[in-house]
């Protein structure tokens, strides 16, 4: 199906007054707005991943590169395997690990501290359509965590 596209309207700027835009950086968020507008949506913008096989100190200078606090772990076919958090690095959990694996930190790699998918909960699309911050964060006091994953189901 071949459509033909007719072009927009244009107007002329000179004698206008202009500025660029302002982002929403300072809009508010109260515990009342709707969930969907303090969400991240991936299938925007690029979801931060990071191998299982990475050491944590890598996967620690990714998150500050990317100014994250949370990465994706992926297996070598880009599946997700879990997730791990600034919490999950920098808690006790890799001294823990370290020292029941009989190992230095240092050693130690994502898919040793993450959180593993079969730990991991998620809250579904249509339920944070619906939703309000306030659910949002009674989800994560609940949780005990500091993001919530969304899922969204596709047929089959």
Known sequence: MNREFDPLPQARLAG???EVARTDNNRRVSRNS???EVMTDLTR?????IAAETSLADANRAMILRGVRLLLVT???HQVMGVISVADLLGEGPVRTAQERGTRVGELTVDSVMTPLERTEAVELGEVMRADVGHVLATLKRSGRQHALVLERCEG
């Open 16 to 18: 206008l007054h202009c």
């Open 34 to 36: 709707p969930a969907i």
């Open 45 to 49: 913008i690029p979801a931060a991943t």
């Open 75 to 77: 297996d070598s076919r």
